[in-house]
C-alpha cells in the first residue's frame, strides 16, 4: 500500500466514525433548521460517505419545528459531494481493508471512478497471503472476493483463523497459569490451594508447550503462501 492510499486510508476511517457519531445524534436542532445551508449540508453529507436518504432524516427533524427543507439544493450539494468522495483511491483503499462496497459510490456514471479502484483493490485483496494476514489480525471478512478469487482467499483465511485462534489460546493459558502463580506467592493461601495451584500450573506448562508447537507448525505452513 502505497504512503498516499495509507494517509487516504486513515482519512477514511476518520470518516466513517464522523459518519457513525453524527448517525448516532440529534440529526438537526431548530437552530441548525433555521440556519441551514442546505447544499452545504448535502455536500458534507456525501462527504462522509451518507447517501442522499440523509435528506429525510434532517428534513423530518425540521418538518418537526415547523421548518422548511430545501431538497434541490441538498441534491445538489450532495452530487458535488458523491463526486468528490467517490475516487478510484477510496474504492482501492476500501477493497483492501475488506470492506463492501460503498452504497454512495454505486450509481453510475459517479461510481465508475471508484468502482474500478475498488476492483483493482479486490485483486490485491483476494489472495491467499492477504487471507491468511487478514484473518490473523482479527478482520472481519464481508465476502468481498469474487468467485474467481475467493479459493485463494478463504485458504489463506482459515490458515489465519486456526492462528488466531491458537494464539488467543496461548493467551488464556498465560493469564491461568498468572492466577496460580499468584495463588501460590500469596501467603494467606492454605497447602490444599497451593498443591491444586502447582497441579494446575503443571498442566498449563504442559498446554502451553503443546500450542507454542501449533503455532509454530501454522507459522510454517503460512510461508508456502
Request: some cysteine; overall charge neutral.
Amino acid at each position: 500500500m502505497t504512503p498516499a492510499l495509507r494517509t487516504l486510508t486513515l482519512a477514511t476511517l476518520c470518516a466513517t466514525l464522523c459518519a457513525t457519531l453524527l448517525a448516532g445524534c440529534s440529526v438537526m436542532s431548530k437552530d441548525d433548521c433555521l440556519k441551514a445551508d442546505w447544499r452545504e449540508l448535502g455536500r458534507r453529507d456525501a462527504s462522509q460517505g451518507l447517501t442522499i436518504e440523509r435528506f429525510t432524516a434532517r428534513a423530518d427533524a425540521c418538518r418537526k419545528n415547523d421548518i422548511g427543507a430545501d431538497r434541490s439544493a441538498y441534491a445538489a450539494g450532495h452530487a458535488d459531494g458523491q463526486r468528490a468522495y467517490c475516487t478510484g483511491e477510496l474504492g482501492e483503499s476500501d477493497a483492501t481493508l475488506g470492506k463492501v462496497s460503498a452504497p454512495l459510490c454505486a450509481p453510475v456514471p459517479v461510481g465508475n471512478a471508484y468502482q474500478t479502484g475498488y476492483e483493482m483493490g479486490l485483486i490485491s485483496f483476494c489472495t491467499a497471503r492477504s487471507g491468511y494476514e487478514f484473518a490473523r489480525l482479527g478482520g472481519t471478512y464481508r465476502n468481498t472476493c469474487p468467485a474467481d478469487l475467493a479459493g485463494p482467499f478463504n485458504a489463506g483465511l482459515r490458515m489465519g483463523t486456526e492462528l488466531r485462534a491458537l494464539n488467543n489460546r496461548l493467551d488464556g493459558i498465560q493469564r491461568d497459569a498468572t492466577e496460580q502463580r499468584k495463588v501460590l506467592a500469596d501467603d494467606k493461601s492454605s497447602a490444599d490451594q497451593r498443591d491444586t495451584a502447582r497441579r494446575q500450573l503443571r498442566q498449563l506448562d504442559a498446554d502451553e508447550a503443546a500450542t507454542r508447537r501449533l503455532i509454530r507448525q501454522a507459522e510454517l505452513s503460512a510461508l508456502s503462501l
